[in-house]
């Protein structure tokens, strides 16, 4: 029998309280553990972090009381946190290069570990698209997939609908104590029952508009394929779709009338190549070789003794060597790992790094090559100007903030 490795009750509310602390995302909370040794030091170390960064204020580190207000109101609506490497951790989900380092999770978790397929389309959808989002779901469900969506009105939640039989997965925008939308309540109670309900955000955190493109990420690497059904330019769809290419996920899409603004999307998808979708078959035969090989694999090895924690693509200058493991036992992180620590290169390398930097995103290769300083100086440089709220990356590719905005 495989071992399993799980979080201690400490390390959860600590990793809690990381991701819940000013700019920490996935990325920095990862470089931050390769760093630090473990979230408490790493806790521990973000105010020196942030201030070498040049951060014009204290950085704001999640209270302790705030965090346990978040247990608390998790257990009232029967949520758990599960953490990345644990064994209910979705092993689709760990594969992308922004993988959250905590889900809240509602719901039965075993709907996070079977083969998936994303549905999403139009808020405003037509009769037809709503008639064909439930057929695709239905016959997917059928054929064993789980269908994940957003739980948006229109064509996310028809899909949900069709599948609340055979396992339907949402994922919220914003916290589970703040449903969005409010009218997807009463179908949230009847996913949970043999799907599921996830989120990334606090339990108590209002959606604003920037989180559902966060949301899409989500969405799109939970499943091995994303099917978009009706979508018109510049929908949030086609942010998911987007997503799922990035995550070398199949992207299919249904195609519409030239004359419906709400198939202009999904057209404009067909014409740079994603699969068109007339039906369930089409679906299942493209994901099948995926189905069988992809996710028996990452079944099988997941939490395995000496698997890396992190399953995203490392961070500049990041050994992976270093990376910390889950064996059967392991702390997952060390409490009171070593103190953060910088060098006098680390300095030099950050000077160059703002000289260098610009509002025009280069790649952390250009960056690396052009700073002419070692790779953990360039690394230690970013974490620390990025806590500091002076760089923003997007993918492999970083740039100056030219706005004082916060997170």
């Given at each position: 029998?495989?071992?399993?490795?799980?979080?201690?009750?400490?390390?959860?509310?600590?990793?809690?309280?990381?991701?819940?602390?000013?700019?920490?995302?996935?990325?920095?909370?990862?470089?931050?553990?390769?760093?630090?040794?473990?979230?408490?030091?790493?806790?521990?170390?973000?105010?020196?972090l942030a201030r070498r960064g040049g951060a014009t204020r204290p950085i704001r580190v999640a209270a302790a009381e705030d965090i346990e207000h978040e247990l608390v109101a998790a257990r009232r609506l029967g949520v758990r946190f599960v953490a990345l490497g644990e064994p209910d951790y979705p092993p689709l989900l760990r594969q992308i290069d922004s993988a959250p380092p905590i889900l809240a999770l509602r719901g039965r978790a075993e709907a996070l570990r079977t083969a998936a397929v994303a549905i999403v389309g139009s808020r405003n959808a037509s009769a037809a698209g709503l008639t064909f989002a439930e057929r695709l779901a239905r016959g997917l469900g059928q054929a064993g997939y789980v269908v994940v969506s957003g739980l948006a009105r229109g064509i996310d939640q028809r899909a949900h609908v069709a599948s609340l039989e055979t396992g339907a997965v949402g994922v919220l925008a914003g916290g589970h104590g703040k449903p969005y939308p409010g009218d997807a309540v009463p179908l949230m109670e009847r996913m949970v029952e043999t799907g599921a309900v996830v989120s990334e955000m606090p339990i108590e955190w209002e959606p604003r508009g920037r989180d559902f493109p966060r949301r899409n990420r989500i969405v799109s690497g939970l499943a091995l394929g994303t099917v978009v059904v009706e979508a018109a330019r510049g929908s949030g769809s086609l942010i998911t779709a987007r997503f799922a290419l990035e995550q070398n996920r199949q992207v299919f899409a249904v195609p519409g009338s030239p004359l419906d603004p709400r198939a202009e999307g999904t057209n404009d998808l067909l014409k740079q190549g994603a699969s068109i979708c007339t039906g369930p078959d089409d679906v299942l035969t493209a994901l099948a070789p995926v189905r069988s090989s992809d996710l028996g694999s990452m079944l099988e090895t997941g939490g395995e003794p000496g698997e890396p924690l992190w399953g995203?693509?490392?961070?500049?200058?990041?050994?992976?060597?270093?990376?910390?493991?889950?064996?059967?036992?392991?702390?997952?992180?060390?409490?009171?790992?070593?103190?953060?620590?910088?060098?006098?290169?680390?300095?030099?390398?950050?000077?160059?790094?703002?000289?260098?930097?610009?509002?025009?995103?280069?790649?952390?290769?250009?960056?690396?090559?052009?700073?002419?300083?070692?790779?953990?100086?360039?690394?230690?440089?970013?974490?620390?100007?990025?806590?500091?709220?002076?760089?923003?990356?997007?993918?492999?590719?970083?740039?100056?903030?030219?706005?004082?905005?916060?997170?």
């Open positions: 029998m495989k071992p399993e490795s799980r979080l201690t009750d400490q390390q959860r509310f600590d990793w809690l309280r990381l991701t819940r602390s000013e700019n920490v995302g996935p990325r920095t909370f990862r470089a931050l553990i390769t760093n630090c040794g473990g979230a408490r030091a790493a806790l521990k170390a973000l105010p020196d995203e693509q490392s961070l500049f200058g990041v050994d992976p060597e270093s990376t910390p493991r889950t064996r059967a036992g392991d702390e997952f992180d060390d409490a009171g790992g070593a103190a953060y620590r910088t060098s006098d290169d680390a300095e030099a390398a950050r000077e160059r790094i703002i000289a260098l930097l610009g509002p025009s995103p280069i790649t952390l290769d250009e960056l690396g090559r052009a700073a002419e300083a070692p790779a953990r100086a360039v690394r230690v440089a970013l974490l620390e100007l990025e806590l500091a709220g002076r760089i923003e990356f997007s993918g492999d590719r970083v740039a100056l903030r030219t706005t004082a905005d916060e997170r």
